[in-house]
T-cell receptor, first 111, second 112 residues
Framework: GENVEQHPSTLSVQEGDSAVIKCTYS??????FPWYKQELGKRPQLIID?????GEKKDQRIAVTLNKTAKHFSLHITETQPEDSAVYFC??????????FGKGTTLSVSS | IAGITQAPTSQILAAGRRMTLRCTQD?????MYWYRQDLGLGLRLIHY???????GKGEVPDGYSVSRANTDDFPLTLASAVPSQTSVYFC???????????FGPGTRLLVL
């Protein structure tokens, strides 16, 4: 089945810095790539997504870029704040089944 | 509107016992999913259902079964629980395949 590699597994930044998380995949048929944020003890929640017909999407301080040729997509968070501290998961839709998730990145933003 | 609900919130279960985790959604979503979440392993798909009456196996289906008798409910059954099934279980739903998945609050299960 499809495999999604997510890096780094942990990321520590100072408040105000940028954070970048990258995911790679193998199935060229994938066309939907969401990112989820999970706070401690809570459910995963969608923060941004991108479909294969666009290369970049922004929503305030967060952006996602997609390179279908190289089969990777990345989450960019600018001007990080302590409340951005959480676990972030990339995912892609595996045709006919469900979202397949990366193993997650624990982001810590220190003030 | 509740969205997706799961029950129980948490459970301690003796090994060998049978357990059904309940999941109900009121969004009239066609597709529903069960994931388990373990530290360092992310969210792994157990079973899915693209529409009422159909189910499919995900990455880690062994020891689990599901049914989808109607649109709203998607119960997950552990026929004979084992300690390796200790995990947090999340149910999710989406309007159709390939659309945004919304997660329930999760069930924390401890098998002793």
């Amino acid at each position: 089945g499809e495999n999604v590699e997510q890096h780094p597994s942990t990321l520590s930044v100072q408040e105000g810095d940028s954070a970048v998380i990258k995911c790679t995949y193998s199935d060229s048929a994938s066309n939907y790539f969401p990112w989820y944020k999970q706070e401690l003890g809570k459910r995963p929640q969608l923060i941004i997504d991108i479909r294969s017909n666009v290369g970049e999407k922004k929503d305030q301080r967060i952006a996602v870029t997609l390179n279908k040729t190289a089969k990777h997509f990345s989450l960019h968070i600018t001007e990080t704040q302590p409340e951005d501290s959480a676990v972030y998961f990339c995912a892609l839709y595996q045709a006919g089944t469900a979202l397949i998730f990366g193993k997650g990145t624990t982001l810590s933003v220190s003030s | 509107i509740a969205g997706i609900t799961q029950a129980p919130t948490s459970q301690i279960l003796a090994a060998g016992r049978r357990m059904t985790l309940r999941c109900t959604q009121d969004m009239r979503h066609n597709a529903m999913y069960w994931y388990r979440q373990d530290l360092g392993l992310g969210l792994r798909l157990i079973h899915y259902s693209n529409t009422a009456g159909t189910t499919g196996k995900g990455e880690v289906p062994d020891g689990y079964s599901v049914s989808r008798a109607n649109t709203d409910d998607f119960p997950l059954t552990l026929a004979s629980a084992v300690p390796s099934q200790t995990s947090v279980y999340f149910c999710a739903s989406s309007g159709d395949r390939g659309e945004t998945q919304y997660f329930g609050p999760g069930t924390r299960l401890l098998v002793l």
